[in-house]
């Protein structure tokens, strides 16, 4: 039936009461819809491509409006609306039910009935005892510029012809739902130019697999090298809904078509509930088509898609995605009886891929103050990146919806689209349940709010009227503060930069925020700090790991509880350390993302899990057990085996040559001798792949030695990177984290013994063809200290995020 001469004309499918999904186009949007027109064009021009698209038809746009004309149906729902305001919460809820009660009554037109029984008898016989999915697809649906998603209701699990008549008159009543009238007359909607047309598609068996949401860009920073990937058990109107945290993927689309492994990051949601088909005893008792159930806690424990899963998913958006040219919002489903992955709908995606473009300007958020010192009242999954303040509205049903005031925090369970005109007044929003692609998080970004989803207990730590602060600035974990925190407030404008003679790079510790960074102009990652990786998304010491079962119960308990769904503690660290190195170079790819080995001292490993149990306590940490000395040790090399394995696993399997290494603290030349060595032997060797994708090796020029021997150093390495803090630190004498106001102006990078060192480094790099870099603050803080070293020759700059395109400007302007 795909075959263009098997369709109606354009013009007979607007004149068609009913047309079966493979004789659609998108060019019947008019007709059926976006919804059904996508449905149509999918199975009609992908199944070559190997997308699987379950069946089905759609009843019309001519239809609906023949259903309207019925007893003067039209111009009575007309007049009701005329004289409706839609701010009025109240009488919004009136107008509508009365609406909607008007529609249940009224009967189909004698055609358009016997025309749904006689498509309904094809598709039935062809599939037996299939169950049904009844959806709404409204002619404005689906646009680029406005989503109607989720307005509108959606019937699972329906069986038999009668059953699906009595569903597509409650789709068509659904049109007049609360939240779609008010979304049409805030978007510019005409609710007469707005006709339904019901799609009757064959349900996958989902409800005994899994199911979710893809987007072919990131929904956060609009990055779109990317596809995110979000599955849950069971039906997928759990993940839609909110009503439960899913797994989430991330894709990276250039490896996936290089045919590497391009799984860049996985994170494991809780996923306390499913979503199945109610038997029919229990439809008959309580006329529920569904139900939902408990996850077993072994399903909840592991990640609901396999990797080849994920896999094979993003390849079905890619296809789809180069076919409409566009991003594209998707959902799927796996079905559990025959194993297969089928795609359910597919739309534009209507918030990040409309804000992307030169010349825009961006407004970046980020709070004031020590933020180990801001009392944390909830977190969960940050939806935007903007922050918002105001008094808390704890609002537990619909019921209560007309409470919530202009500036309000919502702190809500969850929300539905019943919820959509309230939501536009608050300044943030603040769920229990929920993931990335739920019902608040689309909502939440179409308004260019804040929003924290799935916090598990927001609505019992979160007071009436108390103050908070709702921050969605720090990466992938949203947070909600007490108190009403400073914000500052910058504007980014992107577009083509100036001239620079010096390459601007980034430092880059949260892997979460790469994605957006990478959007700022640079020229790659001087600095990856893996401390951070460790820190956030690991937790757990690493011999904590190793020893593993062979610990004390508590920590036992506590290491079982990190390393969920990964084949085992090893495994989770290994996994969490790649992931999160692999998100950070495929933001930057192809250009250099150096990434530096484990930098922490004593101190700081001491406040992983475990740390206490395998740390010393040494007086002067910044002086001590750190860097190469830690790597070479006896005590500590099956950790630093560890961060080999991930590294090779990035660069090797994943296919991530821009990575580099970088060796911090590396006290003699001896030590840095026996660091190469290592590294080679776990796989890691210099030069390694040969041409320009051989491995390059970097190391931190921080202590004087460095710069003294510099030379002799550049033996083993392809050049240095200048730390000035702890080369400022040694070459002084002082102790940066002494915290002792009387030596605080005694620290300057740009002290004259300081300079002659970085001086000295500087020439012996050129001298011998090295790249040499700096990674410290100072240039950003001191403008000529950032003209001197430009001056010396340095080649590249790796500043904070913050400072980067002010910088670039300055040095630009210098030559």
Not at 191 to 204: E, P, W
Not at 654 to 663: C, K, Q, R, S, Y
Request: aromatic share 6%.
């Amino acid at each position: 039936m795909s075959d263009a001469s098997a369709r109606p004309a354009h013009g007979q499918t607007t004149a068609a009461l009913v047309v079966p999904f493979e004789q659609l186009r998108m060019t019947d949007i008019e007709a059926v819809g976006g919804k059904n027109a996508s449905l149509g064009e999918m199975i009609s021009q992908l199944a070559a491509t190997g997308v699987r698209v379950p069946g089905g038809f759609a009843t019309t746009a001519q239809a609906f409006r023949q259903f309207l004309a019925h007893g003067d149906l039209g111009p009575r729902i007309q007049r009701r609306l005329d004289a409706l305001n839609v701010d009025d919460v109240r009488a919004l809820a009136e107008a509508g039910a009365q609406i909607r009660a008007w529609v249940i009554d009224t009967p189909f037109p004698p055609e358009l009935e016997a025309q749904v029984r006689a498509h309904y008898a094809r598709l039935a016989a062809d599939h037996p005892g299939a169950s049904f999915a009844v959806r709404s697809s409204a002619t404005a649906e689906d646009l680029p510029d406005a989503s109607f998603a989720g307005q509108q209701e959606t019937y699972l699990n329906v069986h038999g012809v009668d059953d699906v008549l009595h569903r597509v008159k409650e789709v068509f009543a659904s049109l007049y739902n609360d939240r779609a009238i008010s979304y049409r007359v805030h978007k510019g909607f005409a609710h007469a130019d707005v006709a339904l047309s019901a799609g009757v598609q064959r349900m996958v068996r989902s409800d005994l697999g899994s199911a979710g949401v893809m987007f072919t860009i990131d929904t956060e920073s609009g990055f779109d090298q990317v596809v995110f990937i979000t599955s849950s058990y069971g039906l997928g109107e759990t993940v839609v809904q909110g009503a439960v945290n899913p797994d989430e993927f991330y894709v990276h689309k250039p490896t996936l078509q290089a045919g590497r492994f391009p799984v860049i990051r996985r994170s494991l949601g809780s996923k306390l509930q499913r979503m199945e088909f109610a038997s029919a005893e229990e439809k008959a008792a309580g006329g529920h088509l569904v139900k939902v159930v408990d996850t077993p806690p072994e399903q909840r424990n592991r990640y609901s898609l396999s990797d080849a899963e994920v896999v094979e998913l993003a390849g079905y958006a890619l296809v789809i995605e180069r076919h409409y040219g566009r991003p594209m919002d998707i959902e799927w489903g796996k079905d559990g009886e025959d194993g297969r992955l089928y795609i359910l709908q597919a739309r534009p995606e209507t918030v990040k891929s409309q804000s992307q473009g030169a010349g825009r300007v961006e407004q970046r958020f980020k709070l004031k103050g020590d933020r180990q010192k801001m009392p944390l009242l909830a977190e969960g999954r940050a939806i935007g990146q903007k922050v918002g303040t105001g008094p808390v509205r704890l609002v537990r049903s619909p019921a209560e919806m007309d409470r919530v005031q202009p500036g309000d925090i919502l702190v809500t369970d969850m929300t539905d689209p019943n919820w959509e005109p309230v939501m536009k007044r608050a300044a943030a929003i603040v769920t229990n349940r929920g993931g990335r692609t739920c019902h608040a998080a689309i909502i939440a970004r179409e308004l260019g709010i804040p929003a924290v989803v799935g916090c598990g207990d927001a609505t019992e730590r979160l007071h009436e009227g108390a103050l908070v602060t709702v921050s969605c600035a720090e990466g992938d974990t949203g947070y909600v503060y007490d108190g009403l925190i400073e914000t500052e407030v910058s504007e980014v404008k992107r577009g083509e930069m100036p001239y620079c003679p010096i390459k601007i790079m980034m430092n880059v510790g949260n892997p979460t925020l790469a994605f957006d960074f990478a959007q700022i102009p640079n020229s790659g990652v001087g600095l990856a700090r893996l401390e951070f990786i460790i820190n956030n998304n690991i937790g757990v010491h690493p011999k904590a790991i190793l020893d593993y079962p062979n610990v004390d119960p508590e920590l036992k308990k506590a290491v079982e509880s990190v390393a969920r769904g990964h084949a085992g503690p090893r495994a989770f660290y290994v996994d969490k350390l790649a992931e999160g190195v692999a998100t950070i170079a495929a933001a930057f790819w192809p250009k250099p993302v150096i990434v530096r080995l484990s930098d922490f001292k004593s101190n700081e490993y001491r406040k992983l899990i475990g740390g206490t149990r395998y740390e010393p306590d040494e007086e002067n940490p910044m002086l001590g057990f750190r860097g190469a000395s830690r790597y070479i040790s006896g005590d500590f090399s099956d950790a630093f085996a560890m961060e080999c394995e991930a590294l090779k696993r990035v660069r090797n399997d994943m296919g991530f040559t821009n990575v580099e290494i970088m060796v911090p603290f590396v006290r003699t030349v001896k030590q840095a001798e026996a660091v190469v060595r290592m590294l080679a032997e776990r796989g890691l060797k210099r030069g390694a792949q040969g041409g320009s994708n051989g491995l390059k090796l970097i190391m931190m020029c921080e202590v004087p030695s460095n710069a003294i021997l510099a030379e002799q150093f550049l033996e083993h390495f392809d050049g240095m990177s200048i730390g000035s803090n702890d080369l400022t630190q040694l070459t002084l004498g002082l102790d940066r984290d002494s915290g002792l106001e009387q030596l605080a102006h005694d620290f300057d990078e740009r002290d004259p013994a300081v300079k002659a060192l970085i001086s000295r480094a500087i020439t012996a790099c050129r001298a011998t063809g090295k790249y040499v870099g700096i990674c410290g603050q100072g240039p950003s803080d001191h403008a000529d200290f950032a003209d001197w070293l430009a001056s010396e020759g340095i080649v590249s700059i790796s500043l904070n995020p913050d400072t980067v395109v002010e910088t670039w400007v300055r040095l630009a302007e210098r030559r």
